[in-house]
């Protein structure tokens, strides 16, 4: 096991928990007394890591978010205090890839310049574009499989000439041959749950991460079922951070975490329950 799904367990066993966080800083979104401030960006962002990181698994920054305010410095000092404060492992959220050499400085960029735990990066450019990022053997690489947003049937379930999607030959060649290092995570959304579960007949046991619950209106209960039979990292952001917009907008974010990890919890127990029955 990879150092990151290392991490993954340990947080998940010490907070009881199978929730990531998504920290997607949006200054529009963000209370008025930090969103004109010079350092805004991080004080949000920490305010939600400090009132959170007890109820977590992993915290997802969206690197677009951080970039497109300029804020890359931001990242790099939220990350670092994530890993000062807390035991809980951070994913990039950038989901990079392309020719072999670009890819090498995307890994760069994400493992040694912003010193994440895991990223995420996507397969259509082949395994050549993925080996950069799979060469960071105790780092998870998350690969896109089957997306939570609303068009990503229009290219994710198209049929291949044996029949199958092409979500599926992602996620057949992520539980095979890409695999050699054994650090592929797969992505596939909680607004999918038929695909969720089949993405799971094909992979085993290997960690899923699952956006699209919260804002996106994901079923939690539909999601953990489809999802049983191996690891989960179940995605939250704006059903989180946004869940106050005042001063005590980070105790807001607290409650709306335990209020989303337990009924993660909740869903498990039922099902083990109708298992055991």
């Given at each position: 096991m990879v150092e990151f799904l290392d991490q993954v367990a340990a947080a998940e066993k010490r907070n009881k928990s199978f929730l990531c966080v998504g920290l997607d800083p949006d200054p529009e979104r963000m209370p008025s007394h930090l969103a004109g401030a010079a350092d805004g960006i991080f004080q949000f962002c920490r305010e939600i890591v400090d009132a959170t990181h007890d109820t977590v698994l992993a915290f997802k920054p969206q690197i677009a978010f951080f970039a497109a305010q300029g804020a890359e410095d931001q990242l790099r000092r939220l990350i670092g205090h994530i890993h000062d404060t807390t035991d809980v492992p951070v994913i990039l959220d950038a989901k990079r890839a392309d020719i072999t050499s670009t890819s090498a400085m995307y890994a760069r960029e994400a493992f040694e310049i912003y010193g994440a735990d895991a990223l995420t990066v996507n397969p259509y450019f082949g395994l050549d574009s993925l080996a950069p990022f799979l060469d960071y053997r105790d780092k998870g690489i998350i690969i896109l499989c089957r997306t939570s947003n609303p068009g990503s049937a229009e290219i994710q379930n198209l049929k291949t000439g044996d029949g199958g999607t092409v979500y599926e030959v992602v996620a057949r060649k992520a539980a095979g041959e890409w695999n050699g290092n054994g650090n592929i995570l797969l992505v596939s959304g909680a607004t999918h749950p038929g695909e969720l579960r089949r993405i799971r007949e094909i992979v085993g046991g290997m960690t899923l991460l699952i956006p699209g619950i919260g804002a996106q209106g994901g079923d939690v209960a539909a999601m953990v079922e489809s999802a049983r039979g191996g690891g989960v990292i179940i995605s939250s952001s704006r059903a989180v951070i946004y869940a106050g917009s005042d001063r005590k907008f980070a105790e807001a974010a607290r409650e709306a975490a335990l209020a989303t990890r337990n009924?993660?919890?909740?869903?498990?127990?039922?099902?083990?329950?109708?298992?055991?029955?």
């Open positions: 009924a993660i919890n909740d869903a498990l127990y039922a099902i083990c329950n109708d298992i055991r029955a």
